[in-house]
């Protein structure tokens, strides 16, 4: 077997372990945001240049394309041989991993290879794009705004919305005000939107009325992050709760005194010193301050100083 498939089935195994032991930081940033719509198959992988398909390009081709240059908008070699190499085990996640390798290479050749060759170019457009974002955001929004007349330029403006929302949520929103398609100016608002919305939401209102979405679409929107504060809000504060009752049997300190000392404390983070875990971080890392100060409602410090989550707030 592979060394790298080992290699990705150990950390498989440790991301598995560490998290039923309460030993991982959580990021709610991304925890519980709906998966995209298109995520590719071994299926759809378009021919390999020459109309040779993956499966056809033996180990001795791919050898032989990695000794010669690849001319742009072609595969580069490393990517053709990777490909080749996965070709009987490939899956999607092993798919995005060749692709993202083309993209940090050359990613105008692959964007125009991908979509040309695929049956879903809107959808492949906005995976790419999304994917390159994330690699390179200045780069790919460059690239994006002298395509003016292409023809999946809103699939490509959601895409980058998709990749910098998290990092940029402003600039995703003002991102939006640029896409023309109705549905997918809503989808994108959507995604894009709560990331905004995480800070204090009347700057998420105001970014949502510049990208001249309807009030209807706006007040929905608003209306849904609120429900989805809440669940979010409670989902943050049991995590919390777990990772604090996870540092203190590692032999993590906390030093505060009150529920909202404690609460902040686990949301920066503490490292162990000493001990079996020495050098383990537990923590809930990028919360925003309006996160954190929402735990409150959720979480209480009981008698034996533990941090505990209280299912009923502060309706109790």
Do not use: C
């Not at 001319?71 to 490393?78: L, V």
């Not at 083309?102 to 790419?128: F, N, S, V």
């Not at 604090?244 to 983070?269: L, P």
């Amino acid at each position: 077997m592979p060394a790298y498939v080992i290699r990705g089935m150990g950390i498989a195994l440790l991301v598995a372990l560490g998290f039923f032991a309460g030993r991982l930081s959580v990021n709610p940033s991304v925890e519980g945001m709906p998966a995209p719509p298109f995520q590719p198959l071994v299926s759809m992988l378009p021919p390999l240049p020459g109309n040779a398909s993956v499966a056809e390009v033996d180990a001795n081709e791919a050898d032989e394309a990695v000794s010669e240059e690849a001319s742009p908008g072609e595969i580069p070699p490393e990517v053709l041989k990777m490909l080749s190499a996965l070709a009987s085990v490939m899956d999607s996640d092993q798919y995005a991993e060749a692709v993202r390798a083309w993209l940090a290479q050359d990613p105008e050749g692959a964007i125009g290879y991908l979509t040309e060759a695929t049956k879903h170019p809107q959808e492949m457009t906005r995976w790419l794009v999304q994917m390159w974002s994330e690699i390179d955001p200045e780069k790919a929004s460059a690239w994006l705004i002298a395509q003016s007349d292409s023809e999946h330029r809103d699939s490509a403006i959601e895409g980058l919305t998709r990749g910098i929302a998290n990092s940029d949520p402003e600039s995703a929103l003002r991102w939006v005000s640029q896409i023309d398609n109705p549905l997918i100016k809503y989808r994108a608002a959507r995604r894009a939107g709560y990331q905004q919305f995480r800070y204090p939401p009347v700057l998420a209102e105001e970014r949502l009325v510049e990208t001249g979405l309807p009030a209807s679409g706006i007040e929905a929107l608003m209306g849904n992050w609120e429900r989805t504060w809440e669940a979010r809000s409670r989902r943050n504060a049991q995590n919390v709760s777990s990772v604090f009752a996870a540092a203190q049997a590692a032999g993590a300190a906390f030093e505060g005194t009150s529920a909202a000392e404690v609460i902040r404390e686990v949301s920066i983070g503490k490292t162990v010193e000493g001990g079996a875990f020495d050098g383990e971080f537990f923590g809930v890392p990028n919360l925003t301050e309006r996160e954190v100060d929402a735990l409150a409602r959720w979480l209480r410090l009981n008698a034996s100083g533990a941090l505990a989550y209280d299912p009923g707030g502060d309706e109790n």
